[in-house]
């Protein structure tokens, strides 16, 4: 049996590990799991406001008119005025022909037409002297009938050589050759010294007018309804563009719907008139065609990457609420101006909508807006 003394340092030590064990802190309460984190996105407000109804086509430039230049008259081109591709203004000179054979012809008819004056004057003196005769009872009946006859055939030869010398003078004038359009010079195949004929099948040149120019593109039939009305208030605009080309879209209008519409294809054809002082549309060149037959006054609108397409085909935006949640808006895409597309949706102007994002968005996830690349600026409307 231990002493009392003996056992003193074991209580000495189960005291000091009892104070120790209430030294200790109290172990900390367990935290609530976070929830996910707001996934990043990019929005964009909705708007509304005028829109312009775009009808999108491919057309072909045509020129108004083309003129084939060929002679009227036989000759060898004495002098060519002009250079292939150069451009002409109606009335200005393109070749004159060799005409001395005719202006020759010319000085004999003078001569011959003064002659002729000359014996109609003697002709009409001599039935008036006879008229006074026959009155007088010195003239016989015959001779006086002849007198008359004399001066009618003399007045008649005056009459065709007058004749004569104009066809002879519109041969001089043909000789001239002009422009008979303001437009621009094709090829010239024929050059100085050649010989040409009247009615030759190939032509001296081509004019082709370019100042104003049409393009020529058709339509689904669908848009005719809009077309016809936007034609009954006036020219609607169009605009043409070459693919490719940096300059703005040339704008013109709506001058030509034609009369039916083609039953295999189910369009129907069109033509807009240009202006073209600067040559931006060439004639046979390929174009993109705008047709605006209206401007819808209070349409919405928002860019068209927000609008999501469904499993079965359903379209969708993602609109960012008070809570910054992503709440799933159907919608029904009408058509797209612009880089942004027309909606028919409950949403309001103002509302914000996600452009970028929405791969990793689901209905009521919480979003962290951040700052997205700039957009560049609306093209104005037509």
Same mark, same amino acid.
């Given at each position: ?100 054979? *005719? &202006? +020759?012809?010319? !000085?004999?008819? %003078? #001569? ?5 004056? $000359? /014996?109609?004057?003697?002709? @009409? ?21 002849? *007198? &008359? +006859?004399?001066? !009618?055939?003399? %007045? #008649? ?5 007058? $004749? /004569?010398?104009?066809?002879? @003078? ?29 009615? %030759? ?182």
């Amino acid at each position: 049996m231990q002493s009392p003394r003996s056992l003193f340092p074991l209580l000495a030590g189960a005291f000091s590990a009892g104070l120790a064990i209430l030294a200790m802190p109290a172990p900390l309460h367990a935290q609530a799991p976070a929830g996910p984190p707001a996934i990043p996105v990019v929005v964009s407000a909705a708007e509304r406001g005028p829109v312009p109804l775009e009808i999108t086509a491919n057309g072909n430039v045509v020129a108004e008119a083309t003129v084939s230049v060929r002679s009227r008259v036989d000759g060898q081109i004495q002098k060519l005025h002009v250079q292939e591709g150069q451009r002409v203004e109606r009335g200005q000179v393109l070749f004159t022909l060799d005409s001395r054979m *005719a &202006q +020759a012809l010319l !000085a004999q008819q %003078e #001569a011959q037409l003064a002659r002729d004056k $000359a /014996l109609a004057l003697r002709a @009409r003196s001599d039935a008036t002297r006879y008229t006074a005769l026959r009155g007088e009872g010195f003239a016989a009946a015959q001779r006086y009938e002849q *007198a &008359q +006859a004399d001066a !009618a055939a003399a %007045e #008649a030869n005056v009459k065709a050589g007058e $004749a /004569l010398i104009s066809q002879t @003078r519109l041969t001089l004038d043909y000789a001239t050759i002009r422009a008979e359009l303001d437009g621009r010079l094709g090829a010239l195949p024929i050059t100085e010294g050649n010989l040409v004929r009247a009615g %030759e099948s190939t032509p001296l040149a081509t004019i082709t007018q370019t100042d104003p120019i049409q393009v020529q593109f058709s339509v689904p039939e669908r848009w005719l309804p809009e077309i016809k009305e936007a034609m009954r208030q006036g020219e609607p605009p169009v605009t043409a563009h070459p693919p490719g080309d940096r300059h703005p879209p040339v704008r013109g209008s709506l001058v030509f719907v034609d009369s039916q519409v083609d039953t295999t294809s189910g369009t129907v054809q069109l033509k807009a008139r240009f202006p073209n002082p600067d040559n931006a549309l060439w004639p046979g060149q390929y174009v993109n065609v705008v047709l605006v037959p209206r401007v819808e006054p209070d349409a919405l609108s928002v860019p068209v990457q927000a609008v999501q397409t469904g499993s079965e085909g359903s379209r969708y935006v993602y609109v960012v609420d008070a809570e910054s949640r992503a709440r799933r808006r159907a919608v029904t895409m009408r058509r797209v101006v612009g880089g942004r597309a027309v909606l028919e949706a409950e949403i309001a102007a103002g509302d914000k909508v996600v452009i970028e994002g929405t791969q990793l968005l689901s209905d009521g996830a919480r979003v962290a807006e951040r700052p997205g690349r700039a957009t560049p600026p609306r093209p104005p409307q037509s």
